[in-house]
């Protein structure tokens, strides 16, 4: 009996309490439920790269150029026995029209275009077409196969400027972002990482200095623009190494700050102007480095130009070049760079091992034909 009474007891207070609560809620829920939230990442900020692409897309253009050939008449059409039985053949050439796609940047409100050179190489009817649908014939104001670049220049009024960053402050892992015309599909903008800087040798170009980027790089891309994260130009979209001819997650671009040079030659000069020593180099090895006892280096001179500066020095093949203007040179690269920076003209000092002997020769810089390989 006392177990029934304490039974009830229990269930008439927990009751009681019950109701208590569900009144406790009704009253103060409000207040309650205001001052108890579930925060979430999401709800705390948009993260975007909007600004940057809204900063730089207005600037990157797509380009169309074409070049209309004059088939050659076949001579078989002129011989008399085959217009005997076939009769005369139409007089008039045929026509074919080679196309190709791309994309560019404008770099200033006087209308230059930055683009690559094996977009517009071979052709002779340029089109452009901005981000706000106007479209405009291009003149070609010079190009550079060795970096694989071009100008162009438009005419028109309001034209878009794009933010110019600094190439040598990219580090990989930096967010860089791709903005061209892939496939003719329109603007379209891709996302990923530097995942390398001065990659070198690729044989794209001569002098091949690129940034790799994993941010997709497809046909049409070429000649686009490549910003980072704050919305300046780091570099030109230039090449990708792929199997498939697709993106494979490896994109190469050309440095802003080289290609800043390039076309400001090109605008001032119609061409880019560089030293030649008219020479071939590679790298030496350790050992020959310890047994001759060079503490700086140098660079095996492995041919030479005919008639070429080097030449006319008195250098040869199997000479070791230890210095140009008493800076020492430790690898192809970097003479390469000490060369071509050097105003055609220019009379220079080299010193060089030849066997086990040490020489100073003198050279008088040449300016550097067009297109040519050795250095």
Partial sequence: MQFKKTFIFILQYTAFGLAAAFLFLIVFSDNFLSDF??????KSSRHSFNDAVAATAPAVVNIYASKVYQERRHPLFDDPLFQRFFGTAPTAPKQRRDSSIGSGVIMNTDGYILTNAHVIQIANDIRVTLNDSRQVQAQLIGLDTDTDLAILKISL?????IPIGDSSKLQVGDIVLAIGNPYNFGQTVTQGIVSATSRKRRGISYFDDFIQTDADINLGNSGGALINATGELVGI??????????SEGIGLATPINQALDVMQQIIKNGKVVRGWLGIEAQILSQDVIEAANLETGGVLVTAIMRNGPAENAGIVPGDIMISI????????????????D?????????KILRGWELQELTARIAQRPYALMPQ
């Avoid at 009024?157 to 400027?161: D, H, I």
């Avoid at 979209?237 to 697709?246: D, K, L, W």
């Fill in 37 to 42: 939230s579930i925060s979430s990442p999401f």
């Fill in 325 to 340: 203007n008493g800076q020492n040179v430790a690898s192809p690269d970097q003479t390469i760079e000490t060369i071509t």
């Fill in 157 to 161: 009024e309001n034209l878009p400027q």
């Fill in 342 to 350: 050097i105003e055609p003209g220019t009379e220079i000092k080299i």
């Fill in 237 to 246: 979209n230039t090449a990708i190494i792929s199997s498939t001819g697709g």
